[in-house]
C-alpha cells in the first residue's frame, strides 16, 4: 500500500525551477519528519533534506543547500521540495519518505513513495 505520493517531477533546464510534493492520502503522519531522497543512475540513495513536524527543525544535504527548500502544511497532508538554480547533477528520482524521530538521521525511514523522476538538461 503506498502511503506517499510523490509529484511536480519533469524536465527543466540547467538554472530553471521545480516544485515537487508529497501528499499522504489516507492517512495523517502526526509527529513525523519528513524527507526528501534522490537517487541518480548508478548511484546511492541521498536524502536532501528533512523536516520535523512542526518545521521547526530543518536539514540539508551541502549539495542542496541554499538552492532548495523544504516545507509542510500539515493541515493539508502535504510536503513540498522546492527547488531553485536547478544543476545537471541534481537529475535523479525524488522520493519523499517518512520516519517517526529526528530529522538529523539519515535511516529509520520505514515510510516511502514511489518517486517522480527530474530531468535537469544542460
Known amino acids: 500500500q503506498v502511503q506517499l505520493v510523490e509529484s511536480g517531477g519533469g524536465l527543466v533546464q540547467a538554472g530553471g525551477s521545480l516544485r515537487l510534493s508529497c501528499t499522504t492520502p489516507g492517512r495523517t503522519f502526526t509527529g513525523y519528519t519528513i524527507a526528501w531522497f534522490r537517487q541518480a543512475p548508478g548511484k546511492g540513495r541521498e536524502r536532501v533534506a528533512a523536516?520535523?513536524?512542526?518545521?521547526?527543525?530543518?536539514y540539508y544535504a551541502d549539495s542542496v543547500q541554499g538552492r532548495f527548500t523544504i516545507s509542510r502544511d500539515n493541515a493539508r497532508n502535504t510536503m513540498y521540495l522546492q527547488m531553485r538554480n536547478l544543476k545537471v547533477e541534481d537529475t535523479a528520482v525524488y522520493y519523499c519518505a517518512a520516519r517517526a524521530g529526528s530529522v538529523y538521521s539519515d535511516y529509520g525511514y520505514d515510510h516511502w513513495g514511489q518517486g517522480t523522476q527530474v530531468t535537469v538538461s544542460s
Open positions: 523536516i520535523s513536524w512542526s518545521g521547526g527543525a530543518t
